[in-house]
């Protein structure tokens, strides 16, 4: 027989499961027709925090870190535990770059050219779905009125 405490700390439970992601808004970009969930970090907090202390990354999911404009832009891998690519954009979300990071390093990594957004994605992924430099990044079509 079940407690009469158990459905009502088990719902508390689930509640509180449910409120530990992120909290940032997601949205679906396509590359090479391949569609990929990410999450926005617009804010200096949130880009800042990006991928930090998460354990896995979904297959098609990542983090866009968008910025107000272009400017060369750096990233580290401290407290990310997931191996990653990063390619940086431009703000018409063409791929300019890519670089392969490894888990907590604190080596930069620096865009060679100005770039306006930076996208996160599981180690390899550009590679599986055959994405490579001068490949866009379809955004929404109200993405580039929000950001």
């Not at 405490?5 to 509180?16: K, Q």
């Not at 910025?67 to 990063?86: C, N, R, Y």
């Not at 390093?105 to 599981?122: D, M, P």
């Not at 055959?130 to 009125?145: C, I, L």
Request: glycine residues 8%.
């Amino acid at each position: 027989m079940l407690s009469r405490y158990f459905l009502p700390a088990a719902l508390v439970y689930f509640i509180l499961m449910a409120s530990c992601g992120s909290g940032l808004k997601k949205v679906i970009v396509k590359i090479k027709g391949t569609p990929l969930t990410v999450e926005i970090a617009g804010t200096d907090s949130e880009r800042e925090h990006g991928l930090m202390d998460r354990k896995k990354l979904g297959k098609y999911t990542g983090m866009l870190f968008v910025f107000k404009e272009d400017q060369h832009l750096s990233f580290w891998m401290k407290d990310t535990f997931i191996p990653l690519s990063i390619a940086f954009l431009s703000r018409e979300g063409k791929i300019l770059e890519i670089e392969d990071m490894k888990p907590m390093s604190e080596r930069i990594i620096r865009s060679k050219y100005s770039s306006r957004f930076a996208l996160e994605v599981n180690k390899g992924l550009f590679n599986e779905i055959g994405a490579s430099v001068g490949d866009y990044v379809e955004f929404p079509a109200d993405f580039k009125k929000a950001y």
